[in-house]
């Protein structure tokens, strides 16, 4: 009781803060939602948030599940959130529409929230930053085909059927398919973006098939599995990946993997932070930024062979020209 | 009373007994699954994909092996997907510190045996039910994995190391040895040493057992510690197999080996099953993915076929063991 009464006394002081620390423009926190400890994708977008917050003068809070993807989680950290009371939020939905009542009462507490990766189903946000799955499968696929001259018997490797990202993945990866008259497609198979199970399909589709001339392989982790079952098979084939995982930079270094699509974590992480934070500072912000996919390849995959911790953010006049489709 | 000791510690336990019928019938079960296999498929039956299906059966049996001796003392070892995880971590880390092989081998085994005996300790000092027990170390097998690879891939091996998982001997591949001699030892101790009786007998009537002096407590340590370090053993596998290792890859192992235990005739209720029997519900569960991979069944029914096939072979269990009692 005691302690209400103190809150009520120190709430007008602490708006009175509030609008000085506005006046500095510094100081802010900002608290991070991503979906998992698990995929290094989502390390990269923390890295990146913490990179722009540093650089603004912020600070970030991370908000991670321990179990990885759990929707009453990520709910319960918003409400821990809404009671924190962050400057504002940078938000990776871990299920897209599930996730929309969490969003609601972010908004309903006014607390300003940028909307990363997934887009979400609802709610109100102060801009969208992203890339899009689809265009990346659809990217690395027609890459693969252009290396093998528009034909061949080509394998896909699928993720966690439903998922979003598969969807459009594996879509992009059948419309690259259907530009190429002469490419045949074997088999498309899921490997739940597992590594061990990718190269246990990969194992089975060769014994029943003897030509494989590509594979495309819906994350990292699957294209590297499959490379090994390739190896160990001593049989060679095409293999692209998507994330930009630091194995791939070093699998596509080494000359195992042709390619991989870059999801730009890292870029995410920094210009949600950079939205958020222009926000709380009523400066300008970008309404809606899809990164365009970047194919990395052996020809272009020095500037992502660079420690997460020394990349550098993009600034905002950047940020204008990296969206659009 | 000596009726209650005799019976307790060794029951009628020949190989034609009732759970050598039970071995038979699941041996009927896969055999079945093979012929309509080779009847869909030209490429199932030919020796590649023979050594192929036993190859990938084999870390599966490794992790469910040690797992059927904790079910035939009616506990449960949730953790063993979650303990190969930091096991293969561990393991990769001191390869890649110390450049030994050894050493590595010898970290992963320690690291799943005394996580196995902290199990044991819970189950049995602490008197927490196995169930509970390991379902905790299993987050906090999770937690520590996450927290100490911060969504970091630890990646390539030395190519002595890789032989290991990846390699042949006279034609065979290694984890197919392995399997074989672990196959042997564990039927051996489970039906020919007063120990393997004695589990049985904890099993089947854990006062019985007490009271005719079996040291409960000491043998489940042992049966905990086991399935640890088998644990630990398929950490070694998967890493020099796959030639890398993630946080993430434990959720994807527990399942299938306690349906390995399952789908083998090993109750849930204690004292009945067999090693073999679980080697055959490995083998039953990557027969069902190779065929259909071969087949190029569709991604969408690849998990509802494999849940039928454990939930008939498990139905098929109780309605035939109900039959010979």
């Known amino acids: 009781m005691r302690q209400q009464k103190l809150g009520y006394l120190t709430l007008p002081l602490l708006i009175a803060a509030a609008f000085t620390t506005q006046a500095r423009a510094d100081g802010e926190t900002i608290a991070v939602f991503t979906k998992n400890q698990t995929n290094p994708f989502f390390q990269t977008v923390r890295v990146g948030a913490d990179n722009m917050a540093k650089v603004l003068n912020a600070k970030t809070l991370q908000y991670i599940p321990t179990k990885p993807d759990s929707i009453p989680e990520q709910l319960s950290q918003i409400e821990d959130v809404v009671v924190k009371k962050p400057s504002a939020i940078v938000f990776t939905p871990v299920d897209y529409k599930a996730m929309v009542p969490g969003v609601e009462k972010i908004n309903e507490a006014k607390i300003p929230v940028v909307n990363i990766t997934d887009r979400s189903a609802g709610g109100k946000f102060v801009s969208f930053i992203g890339a899009d799955d689809y265009s990346l499968g659809l990217e690395t696929a027609r890459h693969l085909l252009k290396t093998l001259g528009g034909k061949g018997n080509i394998v896909i490797i699928e993720g966690v059927k439903g998922s979003l990202t598969n969807v459009d993945r594996v879509r992009g990866f059948n419309d ?14 899921p490997g739940n973006y597992q590594r061990l199970q990718a190269l246990q399909v990969m194992e089975n589709l060769m014994q029943s098939n003897a030509q494989i001339d590509g594979v495309l392989a819906a994350n990292d982790a699957m294209a590297v599995g499959a490379i090994e079952a390739l190896d160990g098979a001593n049989r060679k084939a095409q293999v692209i990946g998507i994330n930009g995982t630091k194995e791939a930079i070093d699998a596509i270094k080494s000359g195992k993997l042709l390619a991989s699509g870059d999801y730009n974590g890292f870029a995410q992480g920094c210009l949600g932070t950079m939205m958020a934070i222009r926000a709380l500072r009523d400066q300008p912000v970008i309404n809606e930024i899809v990164l365009k996919p970047t194919v990395i390849t052996k020809d272009n995959y020095q500037p992502f062979d660079v420690p997460l911790e020394q990349r550098s953010c993009p600034t905002f006049e950047e940020a204008s020209k990296l969206g659009g489709k | 009373m000596t009726d209650i000791t005799k019976e307790a510690i060794a029951p009628p336990r020949s190989f034609l007994s009732q759970d050598a019928t039970q071995v038979f019938y699941r041996l009927l079960a896969a055999l079945l699954i093979c012929a309509v296999l080779a009847v869909l498929s030209d490429s199932f039956l030919s020796l590649g994909n023979i050594l192929n299906v036993l190859r990938q059966a084999s870390l599966t049996f490794f992790i469910a092996s040690g797992l059927t001796l904790v079910v035939l003392t009616a506990g449960l070892d949730l953790s063993v997907g979650a303990n190969v995880a930091l096991s293969a971590c561990i393991a990769g880390t001191v390869i890649h510190k110390t450049g030994s092989p050894a050493l590595g081998i010898l ?57 290991i998982g990846s390699g042949y001997l006279f034609g065979l591949p290694i984890p197919v040895y392995l399997l074989l001699v672990f196959l042997g030892i564990g039927t051996l101790f489970a039906q020919r040493t007063i120990w393997g009786q004695e589990i049985y007998a904890i099993g089947a009537n854990p006062v019985a057992a007490r009271l005719s002096g079996i040291p409960v407590a000491r043998r489940l340590l042992l049966v905990y510690a086991v399935s640890g370090t088998m644990a630990g053993l398929a950490s070694i596998i998967f890493l020099s197999r796959l030639n890398s290792a993630e946080a993430d890859i434990g959720e994807s192992l527990t399942l299938p080996a306690i349906a390995a235990v399952l789908i083998g005739g090993t109750s849930l209720f204690g004292g009945v099953g067999t090693v073999f029997g679980t080697f055959i519900g490995a083998l039953i569960l990557t027969l069902v993915l190779n065929g259909m991979n071969l087949l190029s069944v569709s991604a969408n029914w690849q998990p509802l076929v494999t849940g039928i096939i454990v939930i008939l072979a498990v139905w098929l269990d109780m309605k035939t063991r109900r039959r010979t009692q």
Request: proline share 3%; hydrophobic share 50%; charged share 10%.
């Open chain 2, 107 to 163: 970290a992963g085994l320690a690291c799943g045996g005394i996580v196995g005996l902290l199990n044991g300790v819970m189950v049995t000092a602490l008197r927490i039910p196995s169930f509970i027990a390991t379902y905790g170390m299993l987050w906090v097998l999770n937690g520590l994995t996450y927290w100490y690879m911060a969504g970091e891939t630890l990646h390539g091996f030395p190519a002595g190391f890789r032989q």
């Open chain 1, 176 to 189: 690259a398919l259907k530009e190429n008259a002469g490419a045949k497609l074997l088999a498309s198979q």
